[in-house]
């Protein structure tokens, strides 16, 4: 997003991009075009929609996008980065987890489906962390280890949910789900903490049948045990065990949080803020889920831009225990984006101390053969509607 100042503010979006871009540029950029880029929560309550959006549809998303520059504007006015803006940093750095995807993962088609984890045996980099979860979970966390990570998050249920469409899984495959778990608990004991994804894909009894299996292995927390938007069922998994529940990156709007925390359905919720509706949204839920005495951390599946957003609130925030990263993308085509990313050391990480977001798209981006760019300003605009 580009002012009339030559500020430029960046956003970002994940899956669907061609109907995020349409959004942007049919519905959003002529309400925008031409009005105070730092009245940013005016403009926040005019894009959620004469009703309301629910969920995480291409309004909300690229509504989030458009937020995430606005502030990143707002912060080169101020020539203050973000954090500060958010009342300055409650530490010097946050404790980091990796998630164990790979560097093709959900990237060549946007599903989420074990046929699309993108595996790659081809030289992308050292960390092709879905592949050593799945084979050489022991191996994967020494790594981790020696890189001072606090913990790492895994899904080895996956294929047998789609197996059966969450409804059952054999005692065999449940034991065989359960190995790299044994194998990360044999290398580094309890150096390492595990996360243990489920994407949502299990009913509640199936899910509850895996979460006590789970147990002897003592995970951090077990993230989307049951689909988000199924209030009770999550109740009911929180209730059933003695590990954290986590829910939340796929869910949009302060109101789909509210009512998460309402339900007691989450020990800890995990925003996205290119999908909730933006750091203006994602500051809401923190503060909603303080109130509720549950801790909140954000979600990095998404790119640089939401990675770097995700540092500044983090940073900020003295409940945010964690912060997600994945070192396949951040030592790979994270950095072909932009020009910094947040430093990341010691298995800690912290936000740039540039204005705004600290960081901007490299040069010679938009002349990559595979950019493709589409344009409103205000004189196309003001033509338009006179036409």
Known sequence: MRTDEGLVGLGETFFGVQAVEAYVHESAAPYLLGRDPLEIEKHARALDGYVGYAGTGAERRGASAIDIALWDILGQVAGLPLYQLFGGETRDSVPIYNTCAGYRYVRDRPTQSVDNWGVSNDADGPYEDLDAFLHRADELSESLRAQSVAAMKIWPFDPYAEASGGTYISREDLNRALEPLRKIRGAVGDEIE????????????????????????????????????????LAQAVRSTTTRVAVGETLGGLGAFRQLLDHDAADMVIVDPAWAGGITVARKVAAAAESYGVP?????????????????????????????????????????LVTALPPIAAGTIRPPDGPGL????????????????RTSTLAGATAAAAG
């Open 194 to 233: 595990i996360m243990v994804e489920l994407h949502g894909l299990w009913n509640a009894a199936t899910a509850t049948q895996i979460m006590s299996a789970l147990e002897e292995f003592e995970p951090y927390w077990i993230e989307d045990p049951v689909r988000p938007d199924d209030l009770r069922a």
């Open 296 to 336: 909140v951390t954000f979600h990095d599946c998404t790119g640089p831009v939401v990675l770097t957003v995700d540092a500044h609130l983090a940073a900020s925030n003295a409940k945010v225990p964690m912060q997600e990263t994945v070192r396949a993308y951040y030592t790979s085509w994270y950095g072909d």
């Open 358 to 373: 600290g960081i901007a798209l490299r040069p010679g981006l938009h002349e990559r053969a595979d950019a493709q760019i």
